[in-house]
Nanobody, 119 residues
Framework: QVHVVESGGGLVQAGGSLRLSCAASGRTFSSYHTGWSRQAPGKEREFVAAITSSGSRTYYADSVKGRFTISRDNAKNTVYLQMNSLKPEDTAVYYC????????????WGQGTQVTVSS
């Protein structure tokens, strides 16, 4: 069992930056692929970014490519999402998820952290 907790959300002006953190329990987190998704009010949850267990590969949605960076520190059991040049349309609840199968199939999810970008 892996427990996932997101943090780092908040209110920021357009053009600003935030760094989200995803802390996971468990001594085998280094074998887990991890991803970020988001859900805006009235919309379906959408993929944002993902990273392989080793950190050797990363994947991004077109809408965030060039602005967001996903990274991980397996020694700290933490995955990060650095978000730069934020736009009002990035406003959403951001969720971290993790699993051992692939970067598109996850078994454990956090409760989410709210990101609000004001114009």
């Amino acid at each position: 069992q892996v427990h996932v907790v997101e943090s780092g959300g908040g209110l920021v002006q357009a053009g600003g930056s935030l760094r989200l953190s995803c802390a996971a329990s468990g001594r085998t987190f280094s074998s887990y692929h991890t991803g970020w998704s988001r859900q805006a009010p009235g919309k379906e949850r959408e993929f944002v970014a993902a990273i392989t267990s080793s950190g050797s590969r990363t994947y991004y949605a077109d809408s965030v490519k060039g602005r967001f960076t996903i990274s991980r520190d397996n020694a700290k059991n933490t995955v990060y999402l650095q978000m730069n040049s934020l736009k009002p349309e990035d406003t959403a609840v951001y969720y971290c998820s993790t699993g051992q199968r692939s970067t598109t199939e996850y078994d454990y999810w956090g409760q989410g952290t709210q990101v609000t970008v004001s114009s």
